[in-house]
């Protein structure tokens, strides 16, 4: 019971952990060449973690021709390009207190994207609790390419 306990306490404090993407929203546009920033938020919580790292790629969901959206593939999982990977250091923004704690990255869309839709993949990989249990999750959202 105590085990159980322990475990449903651990599972908890592990989705209590999970981060977003603030932005860009949902079907943002982008231009080849062009840098955006990719805001990676993790909400606060109680429950102590540390932070090890995160991957962000872009993915086009199109294929050659661009014309297949992103809700005809399974884009979990599926970093595609990679554009950063390294430390992730979450903070409170001076002027913007409404914000999570986050870090902004800025990633530069691949010159040689096409037309289309291209999924957002943002990898997480932490340590949570006091046993330091390792956590990993994966979050997208889709942008159009134009
Ligand atoms: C999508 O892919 C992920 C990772 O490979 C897998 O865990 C998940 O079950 C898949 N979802 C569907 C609906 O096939
Ligand atoms: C991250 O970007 C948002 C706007 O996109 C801004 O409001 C916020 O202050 C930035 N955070 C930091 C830590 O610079
Ligand atoms: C654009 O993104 C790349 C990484 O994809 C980064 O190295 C570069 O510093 C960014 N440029 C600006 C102006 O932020
Ligand atoms: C991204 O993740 C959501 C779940 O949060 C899922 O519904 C969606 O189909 C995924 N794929 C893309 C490309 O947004």
């Known amino acids: 019971m105590k085990s159980f306990l322990t475990l449903a306490a651990l599972a908890a404090s592990a989705l209590a952990q999970s981060?977003?993407?603030?932005s860009p929203a949902d079907m943002s546009t982008v231009t080849p060449g062009n840098n955006i920033t990719v805001q990676v938020n993790r909400?606060?919580?109680l429950t102590g973690s540390q932070e090890v790292a995160i991957a962000i790629g872009l993915f086009p969901c199109g294929g050659t021709d661009g014309q297949t959206p992103c809700a005809a593939t399974n884009t979990t999982g599926v970093l595609g390009n990679v554009l950063y990977t390294g430390p992730y250091?979450?903070?409170y923004a001076d002027g913007a207190p409404s914000l999570p704690p986050?870090?902004?990255?800025s990633v530069q869309v691949p010159s040689t994207f096409k037309?289309?839709?291209?999924?957002?993949g943002v990898a997480?990989?932490?340590l949570v609790g006091a046993s330091m249990m390792p956590?990993?999750?994966f979050v997208n959202t889709t942008l159009v390419v134009q």
């Open 19 to 22: 981060v977003n993407i603030g």
């Open 43 to 45: 909400p606060n919580t």
């Open 89 to 91: 250091n979450p903070q």
């Open 102 to 105: 986050h870090q902004n990255f």
């Open 115 to 120: 037309s289309g839709q291209v999924s957002l």
């Open 124 to 126: 997480h990989f932490a």
């Open 135 to 137: 956590i990993y999750e």
